[in-house]
């Protein structure tokens, strides 16, 4: 039996995982491995393609960074605290390498990408420097590590999507995986650290995403999530065979359609949308299809056009404005969640407020918010001064999440006394005599356990009350 557990952070919350069984096949065989994720979705599901790499080498995976062979931190960079949160963590692997200083540290992602071979200088303590383009190269790296050699490989490739490669499911409720389905991103908002971290946007084949999709399904999956920084621009020509006649490139939209095809009892969710991008075919889509859950995380940002511009988000405010008239037209019930900076550079109380009247325009269902924190290389950071002072930074992501409360509340409360679809994702994390699942619209749901169910099916659960973030209701099957 072997222990297969990472912490995991999503938007600032840690969770744990379950022990999975797997088989040690390779040259390395016993040998453990530690890995810890932060940052986005992405990063996680990375984390999934360097343990599938390794466990091909033959190692085992531990819960416990004390038991590790070699511990690995898949770190991020949006902002300045999740830089210092990784750097925190490193500081207390310290002492382990001190009682084991065979111990092979090595620091995965975005940070790697972002420091190269500096991290080496500043944290003596690390190994090995990945970035996200270079798992592949993870067991001929270790091995000069073992050499008695750093090393570091932060090479970005145009091409590497790891289509071949069947992810390790950590963490998993064995329930609902994510399937990576592009890497990188061409945007440039003047903002973000992601562009260079992550190189160049390309697009998975869709073959392996389906077959990806197929076979979480047979072994008992109910729910995937697409991921990529901007799925709307999934693009995939597939390569003609010599003497076939080529193939039709496929969107977004078709590759939705697609997943949503390999079962009725599949839910599919994705994430993230840029509103410049997300078509109105991909809305009728997500309307044909029951399985395709009704909710969009569609990062507005901020609500100023002037602001827009400077972030260069490539869309103002009436055109996002548009986009969200286009979902509630197409899918009156579909849940809309988004991303909001507050202090970016220049912007004035005026331009706050125009966040504000934002948010109460779309009534957001939920919305990851934060203050502006420069980050080195980027656009922004080039050509404007970060200029408001951090109080009043701080000051107006208050008043974003005060906001935001009232309106995750309003939303919730209009899901009391409606019944809902609910797809059992484990028992609750208070007590194990509930179920907790989520609705078609990304909401938790917490209701009693029946004993006619189990974690994986779906149930149909009447709400009867709720806080700010949970229903809560009883299954009327
Ligand atoms: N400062 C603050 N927030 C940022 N984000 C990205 N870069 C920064 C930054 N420099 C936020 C955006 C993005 C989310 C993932 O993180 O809102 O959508
Ligand atoms: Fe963090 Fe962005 Fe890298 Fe994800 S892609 S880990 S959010 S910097």
């Not at 390395?28 to 986005?40: F, H, N, P, T, V």
């Not at 992405?42 to 416990?64: C, P």
């Not at 309307?287 to 602001?307: D, F, T, W």
Request: aromatic share 8%; glycine share 6%.
């Amino acid at each position: 039996m072997l222990d297969l557990l990472h912490t995991t952070k999503t938007h600032d919350e840690t969770r744990q995982g379950e022990a999975v069984e797997l088989a040690p096949t390779g040259k390395a065989d016993g040998r453990k491995l530690y890995i810890e994720s932060y940052g986005c979705q992405m990063n996680f599901s990375d984390s999934e393609i360097v343990a599938s790499i390794l466990i091909d080498q033959g190692y085992e995976t531990t819960k416990d960074y004390k038991q590790a062979d070699v511990v690995f931190i898949n770190t991020c960079s949006i902002r300045e605290n999740a830089e210092q949160r990784v750097r925190n963590r490193l500081k207390e692997f310290e002492a382990v390498k001190a009682k084991n200083p065979g111990l092979v540290v090595g620091v995965l992602g975005c940070m790697a990408e972002r420091l190269k071979s500096k991290f080496l200088e500043e944290e003596k303590l690390v190994d090995v420097v990945v970035g996200p383009d270079a798992y592949r190269d993870l067991p001929n790296l270790i091995n000069k590590v073992e050499d008695g050699n750093k090393a570091v490989n932060v090479l970005l490739s145009r091409e590497e999507t790891y289509a071949d490669i069947s992810p390790v499911r950590l963490n998993s409720n064995g329930v609902s995986a994510f399937i990576s389905i592009m890497r990188g991103c061409d945007n440039m908002c003047s903002f973000c650290v992601v562009p260079f971290t992550r190189g160049r946007e390309r697009s998975r084949d869709y073959a392996s995403i389906v077959k990806e999709a197929q076979d979480l399904y047979n072994a008992g999956y109910r729910e995937v999530t697409l991921l990529g920084q901007n799925v709307d621009s999934y693009k995939y020509t597939p390569k003609v065979e010599e003497g076939n006649d080529p193939l039709p490139t496929v969107n977004f939209a078709n590759l939705l359609e697609l997943v949503a095809q390999v079962s009725p009892e599949l839910r599919i969710r994705f994430s993230t949308s840029h509103p410049k991008d997300i078509t109105d075919e991909v809305l009728y889509t997500m309307a044909k299809y029951e399985n395709i859950c009704k909710y969009i995380h569609l990062p507005v940002q901020s609500g100023n056009s002037r602001v827009l511009e400077l972030m260069n988000r490539t869309y103002d405010r009436q055109w996002y404005m548009g986009r969200v008239d286009a979902i509630k037209r197409i899918m009156p019930d579909c849940a809309i969640s988004t991303d909001i900076i507050t202090g970016f550079c220049t912007e004035t109380e005026e331009e706050h407020a125009e966040t504000l009247s934002m948010m109460d325009y779309v009534k957001y269902d939920f919305a990851y918010m934060f203050a502006y924190s420069e980050r080195p290389g980027t656009l922004a950071a080039k050509r404007y001064q970060d200029d408001i002072p951090e109080e009043i930074k701080k000051r107006r992501l208050t008043e974003v999440v005060n906001k935001q409360q009232i309106h995750s509340l309003e939303r919730i409360t209009q899901y009391v006394g409606k019944v809902h679809k609910v797809l059992i994702e484990g028992f609750s994390k208070r007590s194990d005599k509930d179920y907790c699942g989520r609705n078609d619209q990304n909401t938790m749901v917490v209701f009693p356990v029946d004993a006619r169910f189990k974690v994986g099916d779906y149930v149909h659960v009447l709400g009867e009350s709720c806080t700010s973030a949970t229903l809560i209701g009883k299954i009327i099957d």
